[in-house]
């Protein structure tokens, strides 16, 4: 079989990845955060990324006094200006830089770090330091109001120089713990993704050999069936002449025999019907598996086709001691069936009643027509529910013995080719184990149920179920 | 594998602790973690489950800044142990460095270590990397059990083998920054004959170990031993 390797996982992973600020941040609940630090220290501040993309803008005390200068020609020059210098500002190291802008408050800058990478930067501010008088802003021009402005300045946030550091650094390192679980997520979610599609592949590959094992087996035991037909075939050809030539030496043809030829020639024949009844099984079996099996329906009484079949089995019955009870409902209706293949099945079943009862024991042999809940389950039904018939009317012919009964734990395989409940080279009982496989694949066929019941030292009883309904 | 980031100025490398459930791999990144210099390396990203058992792997990145100017970045992962988890192992060892295979020194866990390396040599393989290629040491791991594989046992096998061998005791901390250290040298040296590293970066050996290993200056933090013996 050719081998098929799991396909490699080099394409990179999750792990092998960075990421920017804004994908590792819910980035709505992250503004949310900002504006309550915001509103609590009444200082505003923006967030950037890496490629200086502003994510998040966040008012604070100041905003009423910038927007009254920004509102003036030279102020929106100065403040327009001021902030992209800050912006792009250098910061080596973590501590935070500060910048004053014209105006006298001042901006604080700091980076923010994700796995050793400065992946953001923090531009807190504008406030009002508590060390530093505010300039003179009368070059703003003759629009410039000094009441105005001093008055929105009053509300500015004033605040020390190591309050502010203590803040920033409070705020950087709440962002560093948020991003952290962010990575975290992020990467369970993605490696979760990976792994289940590595693990889809290597069953796609396993699936693949399974198939190709699958389709190999098949064709074996195709070769197989194929075998057993054609030597089948080739061993009842010799096998009929043995018996054919057994039987005209019996009839005289060939001349008197004394008794002792007669009863040699008598055994030979015996055995080579066995056998050409063994052979015979083995031919049907084939044809089965193959699928060469063909029925010849026609109107038929299982009531008469259970007694014809007790009787063909009552000798056997006889020379091993067993009693056959055999009681019918008269009100059974006529089947569609093919009569020859019903027959087989219960001689076949009656003839395993017989072989595995005990001495003096009994088989009994019920005929009645009986209507039971319907299973939708039932083999090649691929029907709705709503378009089954709750009930199904069934004829049920049950064959108890009173014999050993078989394991629980082996009733699931009797069903099976070839198995045996005994398979020891010195089993008490002789068969090819194709009996019952032979019976259930008849009794499918014609749209029927086999179904077995055992307690072991009790006895067995085998229950073929053939609709009434004839099969399409 | 090795990534290069030269507009960025950035080198990253990728070391893996693989070897058998339970043989304390996650416990070597926890003291590596606790002994290594808090501004010099990420936080511990462990992914376990409720009963302790890594359940993707763990993570922890350690990174400093060379005298040229260069951002050295080592991630140190884990795989989780769990056979059910091959493919997470799989994902995982995908472009590593260096490979540490923690291993169980009781006796009674000699299999699950055969089983491993085996499935590791498989992984390796379905990752385009060979075992004969990579960097590679061995720790033998829980040393102060009892019914532990021999120190002479050890020795042997390590004066047989092609991969340095470590003894540990990493619940104690004994042994596991010395497995650091060797995997780390071996695989700077493996990658600075693929790739000259020192030449580009001009970057020392003893300078990228001397960074990566810089210890926390904390008071009072726990004193960790290499493990008497030691096979180097």
């Known amino acids: 079989m050719k081998s098929v390797s799991p396909p490699s996982t080099m394409d990179s992973s999750v792990l092998q990845k960075s990421f920017s600020l804004g994908e ?98 923090l531009l807190y501010g504008p406030y009002l330091p508590a060390d530093v008088s505010p300039p003179d802003l009368s070059y703003l021009g003759e629009r410039f109001n000094p009441g105005i402005a001093s008055r929105l300045l009053g509300n500015v946030r004033k605040v020390r120089s190591d309050v502010v550091f203590k803040v920033i650094r409070h705020l950087t390192q709440t962002i560093e713990v948020m991003l952290f679980i962010g990575y975290k997520h992020v990467l369970i979610s993605r490696l979760h993704v990976e792994a289940v599609t590595a693990s889809y592949a290597d069953l796609q590959v396993k699936n693949q050999e399974l198939a190709e094992s699958f389709r190999r087996l098949k064709e074996l035991d195709r070769l197989k069936s194929n075998f057993l037909a054609t030597v089948s075939h080739e061993l009842r050809t010799p096998l009929t002449s043995v018996i054919g030539y057994s039987e005209m030496l019996l009839e005289r043809l060939a001349g008197p025999l004394t008794d002792e030829q007669r009863e040699y020639i008598g055994t030979i024949m015996e055995k080579g019907e066995q056998l050409l009844g063994l052979i015979s099984s083995i031919l049907d079996f084939s044809k089965i598996d193959t699928g060469a099996l063909r029925l010849n329906p026609t109107p038929t009484n299982v009531v008469e086709v259970t007694r014809s079949a007790v009787t063909t089995v009552m000798p056997m019955a006889r020379k091993l001691g067993v009693t056959i009870d055999f009681a019918a409902e008269q009100k059974t209706p006529i089947i569609h069936a093919d009569t020859d293949k019903i027959r087989q099945v219960l001689v076949n079943i009656l003839g395993n009643a017989i072989k595995f009862n005990r001495k003096d024991g009994t088989v009994f042999v019920k005929v009645a027509p009986i209507s039971r809940p319907s299973q939708s389950a039932r083999v090649g039904e691929d029907l709705p529910v709503a378009l089954i018939p709750a009930m199904e009317e069934f004829v049920s012919i049950a064959v108890a013995d009173t014999g050993v009964g078989i394991p629980s734990d082996k009733l699931d395989r009797i069903f099976d080719s070839f198995y045996q409940v005994d398979g020891s080279s010195t089993r008490e009982y002789g068969g090819t184990g194709l009996g019952l496989a032979i019976t259930r694949n008849l009794v499918e066929v014609h749209g029927g149920i086999i179904e077995v019941e055992s307690k072991p030292e009790k006895g067995s009883t085998f229950t073929v179920l053939l609709p009434i309904e004839p099969v399409t | 594998m090795v990534q290069f980031n030269l507009k960025q100025r950035e080198i990253t490398l990728k070391i893996v602790y693989y070897g058998p459930a339970l043989s304390g791999k996650t416990t070597n990144l926890q003291v590596i973690h606790q002994v290594l210099d808090p501004d010099s390396r990420g936080r511990l990203m462990v992914l376990d489950t409720s009963d302790d058992r890594t359940l993707f792997f763990d993570l922890m990145p350690v990174f400093f800044k060379t005298q040229s100017g260069f951002t050295v970045k080592v ?153 008497e013996g030691d096979l180097r």
């Open chain 1, 24 to 121: 590792l941040l819910d980035l709505e609940s992250f503004r949310e955060v900002c504006e309550s630090y915001a509103g609590l220290f009444q200082i505003g501040f923006k967030i950037f990324d890496r490629s200086r993309e502003l994510l998040v803008d966040v008012k604070g005390s100041g905003a009423d006094f910038c927007a009254y200068l920004f509102q003036l020609p030279e102020g929106k020059v100065r403040c327009t200006r001021e902030v992209s210098i800050i912006r792009d500002l250098e910061i080596s190291g973590r501590d935070p830089i500060y910048y004053d802008c014209h105006t006298g408050l001042r901006y604080a800058l700091a980076p923010i770090f994700h796995e050793g990478d400065a992946i953001g930067r």
């Open chain 2, 75 to 227: 991630k140190i992962f884990t795989v989780p142990g769990q056979v059910m988890h091959n493919s997470t192992r799989r994902v995982v060892l995908q472009g590593a460095d260096g490979v540490v295979f923690t291993a169980d020194s009781q006796k009674s866990l000699s299999k699950a270590n055969k089983e491993s390396w085996r499935d590791m040599a498989n992984n390796l393989k379905i990752n385009g990397l060979d075992l004969n290629e990579i960097s590679m040491v061995i720790q033998f791991n829980k040393r102060d059990l009892p019914e532990v594989r021999s120190d002479d046992e050890i020795a042997e096998v390590a004066r047989r083998g092609k991969e340095p061998v470590y003894k540990a005791t990493a619940i104690r901390g004994k042994g596991v920054m010395e497995t650091l250290e060797g995997i780390l040298r071996l695989t700077w040296r493996s990658l600075n004959v693929k790739h000259n590293l020192e030449e580009k970066l001009q970057v020392t050996e003893n300078e990228f170990i001397t960074g990566v290993l810089k210890p926390s200056d904390r008071v009072g933090g726990p004193s960790f031993r290499q493990e």
